[in-house]
T-cell receptor
Framework: DTGVSQDPRHKITKRGQNVTFRCDPI?????LYWYRQTLGQGPEFLTY????????KSRLLSDRFSAERPKGSFSTLEIQRTEQGDSAMYLC?????????FGAGTRLSVL | QKEVEQNSGPLSVPEGAIASLNCTYS??????FFWYRQYSGKSPELIMS????GDKEDGRFTAQLNKASQYVSLLIRDSQPSDSATYLC??????????????FGKGTKLSVKP
């Protein structure tokens, strides 16, 4: 198994554009988490899934943010109408128990 | 608002010394605690997990948990320059007994000088 995979690794976009990130968890893990990390801060929780069910989404930063995990495998995080304040590292993690394993992240730069 | 507090540092120690990293948390019902290491520009990597009061040792790393004081620490013995990184303390949220998301501190930046 190759661990948690995130794509793309880097994304540069213009303000107002929509972006979508993908996360492929470790294959046997049923829980998948999205976090955002800005410079000098720890990761900030956004949302998580158990299988295909989104169990917590109140921490999504605004209604411009949405996430899906349609078949309980990979997940996507979409940001609509991006703003400069959305520039950050977006981290995905998966777990089958207590330990969460992180992917390499997608670094978003909004110009 | 549940919080995890860490001294942001930087903490500077000479090579071979013991580095001591501290963390406090606000939620008394928290049961699961983690230390992650994060190199600059990289993602967090798990170093230690601890669930019971007391010490847990793994190689050069020792995690200490005191639930009464709501305090978690990480000791790194025989510190090496390769240990230079940001160390993130994380507390797991629980939803009805099921594991939930992690709440992270801001991290402590450790610098080990040769």
């Amino acid at each position: 198994d190759t661990g948690v995979s995130q794509d793309p690794r880097h994304k540069i976009t213009k303000r107002g554009q929509n972006v979508t990130f993908r996360c492929d968890p470790i294959s046997e893990h049923n829980r998948l988490y999205w976090y955002r990390q800005t410079l000098g801060q720890g990761p900030e929780f956004l949302t998580y899934f158990q299988n295909e069910a989104q169990l917590e989404k109140s921490r999504l930063l605004s209604d411009r943010f949405s996430a899906e995990r349609p078949k309980g495998s990979f997940s996507t995080l979409e940001i609509q109408r991006t703003e400069q304040g959305d520039s950050a590292m977006y981290l995905c993690a998966s777990s089958g128990g207590y330990i969460q394993y992180f992917g390499a992240g997608t670094r978003l730069s909004v110009l | 608002q549940k919080e995890v507090e860490q001294n942001s540092g930087p903490l500077s120690v000479p090579e071979g010394a013991i580095a001591s990293l501290n963390c406090t948390y606000s939620d008394r019902v928290s049961q699961s605690f983690f230390w992650y290491r994060q190199y600059s520009g990289k993602s967090p990597e798990l170093i230690m997990s601890i669930y019971s009061n007391g010490d847990k040792e793994d190689g050069r790393f020792t995690a200490q948990l005191n639930k009464a004081s709501q305090y978690v620490s990480l000791l790194i013995r025989d510190s090496q320059p390769s240990d230079s990184a940001t160390y993130l303390c994380a507390v797991m949220m629980n939803y009805g007994g099921s594991q939930g998301n992690l709440i992270f501190g801001k991290g402590t930046k450790l610098s080990v000088k040769p």
